[in-house]
């Protein structure tokens, strides 16, 4: 599927390749990463027909069919990466997501109930509990004999994990915990594998002992016997169909008092004595809060990978229909045009095209951190803050880039987008989830804003009083530059009306760094300057004051995702050594970078960031790049590295190209003939030239 392959471009105003050779082999390894033998040993698995989606099946033949699956994964031995070696596994973190994010080429469905089994339930004994508990538990997870849920989510607390209603009160007559749903938003809801397969589960409740609660703990759990029959104080309801997702048995729990002993506490992070006495390694209890919810990181690390490879089958879908589809005689009387040549075409797919590439670097950033905490080569408290805030950050953007890419790839193929076969509406409808799945985007991104005005303050925790005094003055100057106009006024003398001055500008590494990490700086600074305001006054001031500003504080969030995806994508470029592939994929930076600006643009006019004179270059120049990229761009989807089995789209088989090649050669044949039609239009015009002739004639 990979070659080398050369394309001409005629656009040379620029000091840059005019003829980059794209060597679509060195593209598909470099996309493929740190983990490509592991992601090319899942794909070959997700090529498989048995694994495969099948369109139209009821809820119920769809929940057997991937229970079916499961076992096969197990069987092919690729669900243990994540486990001790002396259980079976790898202990390969990365590689573990690497692989698992893969399975979403085949079936969501299978994606995420291996997700839930392995990922979630397997993940929090890990995790959350002993080597004890790794012996007694794991074994059974890991070979399907024991099929789990991750009882987290409750109807009324979602993404506030911490405020979770279900309690577990520690008996000590008995040693053991009471766990009880008290009020109906306490039921756990939303379960994947609790409505029909799961015989056990891990259950995330208040742990209350001596009186004293400590918080959100995990508890292992059994559900149903070994007939499937739920067991006493245990309600189980079926969520039944859902807009997606529906291979998998998503449930609702409520417990009513039942007893699990004192050793199904997974106390890693948490202990009870057998006198009801608690101990925790960790004396802070919010820092134990989210130490404990950290470890589970790993939903959303695969969810991002999972959202970037769904892209990738939409882009590879859309590129190649719209390079083979014909519409409309622009520029030629007998020739259509090919609908990728339209400048609308260009803008619709390929800065989504530039922001999947852009993804795909940040998602093998994000694994790299993820696998350095959890393989123990830097598991500091630091690190995994990293983590955690790298994960809530790139999830979001890639999650709601998924379905913004997965409905645009869908129109542009028109009605066939719409035919179930090419998958587009139903990788949607499978994919919606996920902007609320492991987090709500929304929620998620409040959490890094949180972590930027932290980290905003702590650079003058200790400053000496010059040092403060040096920053205001600088803030101050900065202030006067931009609000004068100084900065435009400089620009636009630069410029001296030269537009590609403007342009060369645009595509520096050093201005589109400045550019995006100073909105990002300016905007935490200006919410930073308004919560400071209020830093004294009571509580409730103070979150007023938050909520009246939340609007605010969610897009700085959301231009630091823009900007980490930014430094991801360009640390990338410095490891690839063919001149050509680097070239293209700097054009893809670019338009990834220059897009971001171009949306937000109006924030950077007020804040006197760019000049207007600049600012009018900037959109015919994202232009000329997409035109560039244009004869480039079934290359980069090709080197995606996904084959027929993986995409299984109509409109990428090629019956498109052989539909438009037979009515071009029926048409040139008609047209050499002595039987081809005249057009009533050559007629009406030959009519009205021997009018006007008469009329000159007379």
Not at 311 to 329: D, E, H, M, P, W
Not at 337 to 347: A, C, F, G, K
Request: with cysteine.
């Amino acid at each position: 599927m990979s070659q080398t392959t050369s394309h001409t471009t005629t656009d040379t105003t620029d000091h840059e390749v005019a003829s980059p050779s794209l060597d679509t082999a060195v593209l598909e390894e470099v996309l493929l990463g740190r983990w490509a033998e592991t992601r090319r040993v899942s794909r070959a698995l997700a090529a498989e027909e048995r694994f495969h989606k099948i369109e139209g099946l009821t809820k119920e033949d769809h929940r057997e069919r991937v229970l079916r699956q499961l076992h096969d994964l197990v069987s092919a031995d690729a669900v243990h990466r994540a486990f001790p070696r002396e259980f079976g596994g790898a202990d390969s973190h990365g590689g573990n997501i690497a692989a698992f994010e893969e399975l979403v080429t085949a079936d969501p469905s299978l994606q995420i109930k291996s997700g839930v089994q392995w990922g979630l339930f397997g993940a929090a004994v890990l995790h959350l509990g002993t080597e004890e508990h790794h012996r007694r538990f794991l074994p059974g997870i890991m070979d399907l004999s024991v099929p789990g849920a991750f009882a987290m989510t409750e109807i009324g607390h979602g993404s506030d994990v911490a405020s979770l209603g279900t309690t577990a009160t520690y008996d000590p007559d008995t040693e053991e915990f009471v766990i009880h749903t008290p009020f109906t938003a306490a039921t756990k809801r939303y379960l994947g594998n609790a409505a029909v397969d799961g015989k056990d589960a891990v259950v995330f409740a208040q742990l209350i002992t001596d009186g004293v609660n400590h918080g959100v703990h995990c508890f292992y759990c059994h559900l149903r016997d070994d007939d499937g029959n739920t067991l006493p104080g245990i309600t189980i309801t079926d969520d039944g169909q859902k807009g997606g997702l529906n291979g998998v048995d998503n449930g609702r729990i409520r417990f009513d008092s039942i007893r699990v002993p004192r050793s199904h506490l997974l106390d890693r992070y948490g202990a009870v004595t057998a006198d009801g006495a608690y101990s925790s390694p960790i004396e802070s209890p919010g820092r134990r809060f989210f130490t404990m919810i950290g470890t589970l990181v790993q939903g959303r690390v695969s969810l991002t990978g999972a959202s970037v490879a769904a892209s990738k089958l939409a882009l590879i879908g859309a590129v190649t229909y719209a390079n083979q589809r014909r519409q409309f005689n622009a520029s030629s009387p007998v020739q259509e045009e090919v609908i990728m040549d339209y400048q609308l075409h260009q803008r619709r797919l390929l800065p989504r095209l530039a922001t999947t590439v852009a993804l795909s670097f940040a998602q093998e950033k994000l694994l790299a951190k993820f696998d350095d905490v959890f393989s123990g080569a830097d598991d500091s408290d630091e690190n995994r803050q990293e983590l955690e805030t790298l994960a809530a950050a790139i999830k979001p953007v890639a999650t709601w880039h998924a379905l913004d890419t997965l409905q645009e790839a869908r129109e542009a193929c028109g009605g066939a987008g719409f035919i179930a076969e090419n998958r587009f509406t139903t990788l949607h409808a499978d994919l919606d989830i996920y902007v609320t799945f492991e987090g709500d985007n929304n929620v998620l991104l409040q959490l890094v804003a949180k972590r930027l005005l932290s980290d905003y303050a702590s650079e003058f925790k200790d400053a000496d009083v010059g040092a403060l005094s040096r920053y205001v003055a600088s803030q101050a100057q900065s202030t006067v530059l931009h609000r004068f106009g100084l900065r435009r006024a400089l620009q636009s003398v630069q410029d001296t009306g030269d537009e590609r001055r403007s342009a060369n500008w645009f595509k520096q590494t050093e201005v589109q760094r400045e550019l995006l990490t100073d909105r990002v700086r300016q905007m935490v600074a200006d919410v930073a300057g308004q919560l400071r305001s209020v830093a004294r006054k009571p509580q409730a001031e103070q979150a007023a004051t938050f909520n009246e500003h939340q609007y605010e504080i969610i897009n700085a969030a959301k231009a630091h995702a823009d900007l980490l995806v930014w430094e991801s994508f360009t640390e990338a470029l410095e490891e690839v050594e063919h001149a050509g592939t680097r070239q293209v994929l700097t054009w893809l930076r670019d338009v990834y970078a220059l897009t971001r600006i171009e949306e937000t643009l109006d924030w950077y006019l007020l804040h006197g960031r760019i000049s207007a004179q600049r600012a009018r270059t900037l959109s015919p120049y994202i232009n000329r790049l997409l035109a560039r990229l244009r004869p480039l761009a079934q290359d980069i989807v090709d080197s995606f590295g996904y084959t027929a089995d993986h995409v299984r789209m109509e409109v990428a088989s090629g019956a498109e190209q052989e539909r438009q090649d037979e009515a071009m050669e029926h048409h040139r044949v008609l047209r050499a003939s002595s039987e081809a039609p005249v057009d009533e239009k050559i007629l009406v015009k030959r009519r009205q030239q021997e009018r006007r002739s008469q009329r000159k004639g007379g």
